[in-house]
């Protein structure tokens, strides 16, 4: 009998990535989201796919259905994707499936979603790769940052939405800190961006990817749609916060990271999602990457610097004239041998976020984690 995983936040591009990697490892693939057409749910490689309650506004309800999918399917892992992790976490204390998840404690994750605890724990323990940063829970906090090279945004966020980047007098001062909903200012950094996502366990990093995103909505600003693998240089640059980090926790799950360069070259990291990125696009079915999840085993796979993943048409659309060249060269998220996902079927997936955003009237980004974003240390 096929062992059974449950890949939870079945919407993002990385959850249909994963449900094919799983199955062309010889497993059993339950999908399961809070949306009712996500893209994961059209895959020839997803067994079964289970409709969830959302987990923000029915955390209760959600706790009880994934105590039954777990029972009823006997799951042997549970593997999340997006913010839906938070809540996994909190509803698995104490319960049976609770060591099931492949995520950290509760508490830990919200050390690295909080910017500002996050920040702080790096200064603590890679403080080569500690950006200038303060906490700001109140409007003094933020009248005492002086200076224009500054860049605020909010502890609980993604996707680059709120931040504002070296903003003007009006802009800051509508910024409103609380203790309950804190900012955080980081010193402005004028070099290249660098992403990475890594798998790790008991500490331990067993995988890990670099790369650039090449293509951005919200004019540069926003979710990355197109990707490049980066050099090994960037990967020895990096790796050593990811090892630091993994290893003053002792944790077991996924991590990404965004870093930016300051003035003099340096990497420094800027935030921590504790959740599947786009690097793990980069690993095929033989790259090891089940293997690290499963079974603890490293894999040293590196994506030949320079490949490219995303999709042409949205590449084009958003990045303009100048992405045309890049787009020609992409690896295409969406396609695999035997599961080549339809434009019906990506189109229904995509209807059902824009009905959200006019329904809530936000941006698509937005509504894509509307029912399970988590935004404060108690819950979400």
Known sequence: MKPSVLITGARAPVALHWARLFNAAGWRVVAADSLKAPLSRFSQMVDCFEHLPAPKTQPIAFAHRMAKIVEFHQISLILPTCEEVFHLAAAAQG????????????????????KGRFNTLVAQTAPA????????????????????????KPCFSRFGTDTLICPDD???????????????????????????????????????????????????TGAGIAFEAADENR???IEPLVRAI??????????????????????????????STSGFHFFGPQRGLVEAVVAGRETRFRASAGLLMGERLPTVLVG?????????????????????????????????????????????????????????????
């Open 320 to 380: 303009g004239m100048r992405a045309l060249g890049k787009a020609w060269r992409l690896r295409s998220l969406s396609h695999w041998p035997n599961d080549r996902l339809s434009l019906l079927d990506q189109a229904r997936a995509f209807a059902e976020l824009l009905r959200i955003a006019r329904a809530h009237r936000c941006s698509i980004e937005t509504a894509s984690t509307l029912d399970l974003s988590w935004n404060s240390q108690k819950n979400g």
């Open 95 to 114: 319960k049976a499936w609770g060591d099931k998840l492949y995520a950290p404690p509760l508490d830990d994750l919200l050390t690295l979603h909080d």
């Open 129 to 152: 790769f500690a950006p200038e940063f303060h906490r700001l829970e109140s409007r003094a906090a933020r009248e005492a940052v002086r200076g224009k090279d500054w860049v605020f």
């Open 246 to 275: 993994a290893q003053t926790l002792t944790i077991t799950g996924q991590l990404s990271f965004d870093f930016r360069q300051d003035a003099a070259g340096r990497y420094r990291v800027l935030e921590c999602n504790p959740r």
């Open 235 to 237: 990967h020895w640059a």
């Open 170 to 220: 009006t802009q800051r001062s509508a910024i409103e800190p609380t203790v309950e909903v804190p900012w955080i200012a980081q010193r402005y950094l004028p070099g290249e961006e660098l992403c990475c996502s890594a798998l790790v366990r008991d500490g331990q990093v067993l995988a890990l990817q670099a790369y650039r995103p090449v293509v951005r909505l919200r004019g540069g």
